[in-house]
């Protein structure tokens, strides 16, 4: 574990800028050894005011006493808190963020998705786990935390997922210059039913020339009128789902027990996907098929109507996320791997998903992707991998 950092001059033999990505490098460490020793003491904190105190009040004055050490809020404490009871529970997870193999955001997005599991549950899905930490992004973090909780507990998976799903509410933060922010929290397909018009109208507004606004503005506008004025009669109010479901092999034959997958949320629980078609006006389904030894993404079904790009939706379903190292954006663009200037084909097993800025940089003098998309070298020389996602469906248990 790094407990200092040494800061160097350059080396006249090294790329320029070397020393100053192994000082980044090594100050990350620092701040994530940091950060869990941290979160460790608050625990310990807990533990000393426990015997002193009744019922909550030890939570509650062991994370305001935690945050005022830190200069925060009490409600960073309690997240803090809450962080390291879960991590007393999971001593490999713990012992991954001290020694600086993820980071406090991937740490804080397993234990926002980890239901309560009785002692065996837990130690089989940390064992589960393990191998698949150093490296982990906050995203796919959480999307393997709620596959594999889903295979070990799924009753338990099932009464998370559906008090999520009423964890429903909007917020105001009000901002400086006269503006605010609105967050509105509920179910995803809700969500989209409201976002959804939004978009339509800043594509229309795009074409017009006369219209000046940028995308965001008709988006809120749009939004305002519809909120104050009532809603506009000319935009699709019927509730319309497209189920692109992975599943792996043996389900078709009947024979599988995994999780599905809800393509864009990740692994679902089988009430939830019940309460989202039971709802929805008009269901349209997909089945992506995988590999039941190894999870790769097999086939797309294409019988979809008024189905095009067939391949680009490959590609979206199989890599979920950019693929550039450690980026969970939302994939924008596919592109090839090897560039097709130097020969490479136009082939499912040649593209990989990007978002706008990983496309960007990657285009950029001094930057280079090996053929099979695994590894990235920067300008400076320095390597980082870029691991596939993990298993859209687990295989199933013996």
């Known amino acids: 574990m790094v407990r200092s950092i040494v800061v160097v001059e350059p080396d006249p033999d090294e790329l320029p800028g070397a020393h100053l ?148 509410y909007v917020f105001v933060a009000d901002e400086a210059d006269g503006v605010a922010t609105l967050i509105a929290h509920g179910p995803a397909e809700l969500i989209h039913q409201i976002a959804d018009p939004l978009l339509a109208s800043a594509r229309r507004a795009k074409n017009d020339p006369g219209d000046q606004r940028s995308r965001g503005q008709v988006m809120f506008q749009t939004l305002h009128a519809s909120a104050v004025a009532g809603p506009n009669p000319e935009l699709e109010t019927m509730r319309t789902l497209e189920l692109a479901v992975v599943i792996s092999a043996e389900h078709l034959l009947g024979a599988g027990d995994t999780p599905a997958e809800l393509v864009g949320h990740g692994p679902v629980a089988p009430v939830v996907l019940d309460q989202l078609i039971d709802e929805a006006d008009r269901v349209f389904y997909r089945r992506l098929v995988t590999d039941p030894v190894d999870g790769r993404l097999l086939h797309t079904d294409p019988r979809r109507r008024l189905f095009t790009g067939a391949l680009a939706r490959h590609v979206r379903y199989r890599d979920k996320r950019c693929q550039g190292p450690s980026c969970d954006a939302a994939i924008a663009e596919i592109d090839h791997v090897r560039e097709f200037q130097h020969g490479g084909p136009t082939t499912a097993e040649n593209a990989e998903g990007l978002c706008v800025t990983t496309h960007t940089m990657k285009s950029i003098p001094g930057w280079a992707v090996s053929h099979d998309g695994a590894t990235w070298t920067t300008p400076t020389g320095h390597t980082y991998p870029s691991p596939p996602p993990p298993d859209v469906v687990r295989r199933r248990r013996e």
């Open 21 to 168: 990505i192994d000082t980044i490098s090594a100050c990350e460490q620092v701040i994530r050894a940091a950060e869990a020793i941290q979160a460790q003491h608050a625990g310990m904190l807990l533990a000393e005011r426990e015997p002193l105190m009744e019922g909550r009040h030890a939570f509650l004055s062991a994370a305001g006493e935690t945050a005022l050490a830190r200069g925060m809020s009490p409600s960073a404490g309690i997240t803090q808190l809450e962080t390291a009871i879960t991590l007393s529970r999971l001593p490999a997870v713990q012992a991954a963020w001290v020694d600086g193999l993820v980071s406090g955001v991937t740490v804080r997005a397993i234990v926002k998705n980890l239901p309560s599991l009785d002692h065996a549950s837990m130690a089989l899905f940390e064992a589960e786990l393990e191998p698949h930490l150093p490296g982990l992004t906050p995203r796919a973090a959480a999307e393997l935390t709620r596959s594999l909780t889903l295979e070990i507990d799924p009753d338990e998976a099932d009464r998370k997922a559906l008090a999520a799903r009423e964890d429903q």
